[in-house]
């Protein structure tokens, strides 16, 4: 019988797994990535990553068609950074992401698993205004330093 924490390798991938997967890759690329970012306006971004040049990447994540063609949201997320890409798992259909709708000249495409990720299409970079980037960096930094204090004192968030 198989533990509920290790999944066979058969097994569908989740968000989670197609996220590691991609920051994985990303790390590779000296960009660090924090997962489940709250934007301004509600919305939250599967993972937000930042390059060495101070460049703001968002990554979609859908794991089902049903999910991809239901989200009318993601556009939302182009005004929060220099380049989007959609990540998907291995074998998913990606047809959907030529047609105009998923502005294929803008964003980006990326195919993972568990452990990698490739680029299929390189998205476009469309750079932030000045002030935009200055609050989302800033808004990044201030959550990945909370992420690390929160693992090195859980009771830290007590404090005020």
């Known amino acids: 019988m198989t533990s509920p924490a290790v999944l066979p390798s058969d097994a569908p991938l989740i968000a989670a797994d ?3 997967g991609v920051t994985r890759m990303l790390l590779r690329h000296d960009i660090a990535t924090i997962a489940e970012v709250p934007l301004d306006g509600g919305r939250r971004a599967d993972l937000m990553a930042l390059d060495a040049r101070g460049n703001i990447v968002i990554v979609e ?3 089902s068609r049903a999910d991809l ?3 009318g949201k993601w556009t939302d997320y182009l005004a ?4 989007f890409f959609w990540a998907v ?3 998913f259909d990606l047809r959907p992401f030529e047609q105009e709708g998923f502005l294929p000249q803008r964003a980006g495409l990326i ?4 452990y990698d990720a490739a680029v ?3 998205a476009a970079t469309v750079p932030l205004a000045s002030a935009t980037r200055k609050k989302c960096t800033l808004a990044f930094a201030r959550r990945a330093a909370r992420r ?6 859980p009771e830290a968030g007590q404090i005020v």
């Open 18 to 20: 197609v996220a590691r």
């Open 61 to 63: 994540i859908k794991v």
């Open 69 to 71: 063609l239901g989200d």
């Open 80 to 83: 929060h950074c220099d380049r």
């Open 89 to 91: 798992p291995a074998g």
């Open 111 to 114: 195919v993972a698993d568990r």
């Open 120 to 122: 299929v299409r390189e």
């Open 148 to 153: 690390v204090t929160h693992l090195l004192d």
